[in-house]
T-cell receptor, first 115, second 112 residues
């Protein structure tokens, strides 16, 4: 079946380091990808998105890279801060039988930032 | 802005009871959806709506009903609660189904 998965369940970094969170997807027809951050007890918070006609997109301290050849998505966080500690989810938007596209989420990666 | 508001925040039910989880958004978003999140797992889509009067099933719809009579509200109904429905439920909304979704803070539901 189609799936979105993450390679690393937990990533531990030092404050100030750059973090890279990876995600693999299997549906080549997916055309829109999103990264979310989820802190304990809260709902997912939108970080950045990218469409399939792009390879890279940058935000404030974050960059998303999309490699369609190997169906791989990554989130890079520059100068990681303790406040970045959270679970990060990638999600892909793909079509369904109804004709409307829906989001499928990966299982998440926990990012732990040490001071 | 309130964004997406979910009520209640916590609920304990007995097996067989029914209840409605409320979701309201004040952003005039057409697309709304319900997800459940179980420990160690990502979010799984239960039902979604692309506008008032239009709903469709997601990945895990069994045991849940939805309706969308207004743009603002998208309630999720459990007709006969089962322990397998113990989970955290999130509601989300967006301008369209290919736009970033905004999430509420969830309803934590325990079924005994």
């Amino acid at each position: 079946g189609e799936s979105v998965g993450l390679h690393l369940p937990t990533l531990s970094v030092q404050e100030g380091d750059n973090s890279i969170i990876n995600c693999a997807y299997s549906n080549s027809a997916s055309d829109y990808f999103i990264w979310y951050k989820q802190e304990s007890g809260k709902g997912p918070q939108f970080i950045i998105d990218i469409r399939s006609n792009m390879d890279k997109r940058q935000g404030q301290r974050v960059t998303v890279l999309l490699n369609k050849t190997v169906k791989h998505l990554s989130l890079q966080i520059a100068a990681t801060q303790p406040g970045d500690s959270a679970v990060y989810f990638c999600a892909e938007n793909k079509g369904s039988d109804s004709g409307y596209s829906t989001l499928t989420f990966g299982k998440g990666t926990m990012l732990l930032v040490s001071p | 802005n309130a964004g997406v508001t979910q009520t209640p925040k916590f609920q304990v039910l007995k097996t067989g009871q029914s209840m409605t989880l409320q979701c309201a958004q004040d952003m005039n978003h057409e697309y709304m959806s319900w997800y459940r999140q179980d420990p160690g797992m990502g979010l799984r889509l239960i039902h979604y709506s692309v506008g008032a009067g239009i709903t469709d099933q997601g990945e895990v719809p069994n045991g849940y009903n939805v309706s969308r009579s207004t743009t603002e509200d998208f309630p999720l109904r459990l007709l006969s609660a089962a322990p397998s429905q113990t989970s955290v439920y999130f509601c989300a909304s967006s301008r369209g189904n290919d736009q970033p979704q905004h999430f509420g803070d969830g309803t934590r539901l325990s079924i005994l």
